[in-house]
Nanobody, 127 residues
Framework: QVQLVESGGGLVHPGGSLGLACAASGGTFNRYTMGWFRQAPGKEREFVAAISWSGGSTYYAESVKGRFTISRNNAKNMVYLQMNSLKPEDTAIYYC????????????????????WGQGTQVTVSS
């Protein structure tokens, strides 16, 4: 069964850090761009970051650029999101996702182009 499982969410104070992990199983994911998205209550799902299949290119939403870092370990089928200098507006459910195109070389912040999603992990930034 092909699936993604996120972990690492929790409660953190503003200015704090949190690391998320996404474990992929049941398939070969090292050929696909991977992305992180988030959805806050009452808001649409939004793009956070993406990393190319090789790990050589990364892309970030302006709102997280300079604070978040996406990385991957293809040997372990893992994708990570390190979040620093967290703000209350970062509070959301965070999802990892697999892009639908093999060896995709472009940049994609469109959730419709990702066809496999994890169940999400809650991140709450509050004092």
């Amino acid at each position: 069964q092909v699936q993604l499982v996120e972990s690492g969410g929790g409660l953190v104070h503003p200015g704090g850090s949190l690391g998320l992990a996404c474990a992929a199983s049941g398939g070969t994911f090292n050929r696909y761009t991977m992305g992180w998205f988030r959805q806050a209550p009452g808001k649409e799902r939004e793009f956070v970051a993406a990393i190319s299949w090789s790990g050589g290119s990364t892309y970030y939403a302006e709102s997280v650029k300079g604070r978040f870092t996406i990385s991957r370990n293809n040997a372990k089928n893992m994708v990570y999101l390190q979040m620093n200098s967290l703000k209350p507006e970062d509070t959301a459910i965070y999802y990892c996702a697999v892009h639908s195109a093999i060896y995709y070389s472009g940049y994609s912040d469109d959730a419709r182009q990702y066809d496999l999603w994890g169940q999400g992990t809650q991140v709450t930034v509050s004092s």
